[in-house]
């Protein structure tokens, strides 16, 4: 899977989807700093990337219809998650492989010990 990493992740997380098999983009880099929710919603549609982020904005449904990307992956964060925490969570998810295999088409919110993996209604 190609997974597009929205701006409010560590590069960090790069290495970890990397080591499960993946490869990534960084939306800072695909774009720019600050690039708005639809400028990276856009790129992960025409690129058919999966974006991973940290933006629950993206949780939206009905902004942001799962059946129209890819996949969506919305990391829920307590305020005071460190980059460690958001690795080991990314680690977590990608080691669900029967989870990411289903993640077309679909969007994921993934917290501590918890993955809700929901089509668009």
Do not use: Q, W
Request: negative net charge.
């Amino acid at each position: 899977m190609r997974f597009l990493v929205d701006e409010d992740l560590p590069r960090s997380v790069l290495e970890v989807i990397e080591r499960h098999g993946h490869s990534a983009v960084l939306s800072v880099e695909a774009l720019r700093r600050g690039a708005s929710d639809e400028e990276i919603a856009a790129l992960a549609r025409e690129k058919s990337l999966c974006l991973l982020t940290g933006d629950l904005d993206f949780a939206d449904i009905r902004n942001y219809p799962p059946s129209s990307y890819a996949g969506m992956v919305v990391l829920r964060l307590p305020s005071t998650a460190t980059s460690s925490y958001i690795v080991e969570l990314i680690d977590y998810f990608l080691s669900k492989r029967e989870v990411v295999e289903r993640l077309g088409g679909k969007l994921a919110i993934v917290e501590a010990g918890r993955i809700r993996l929901r089509p668009s209604s």
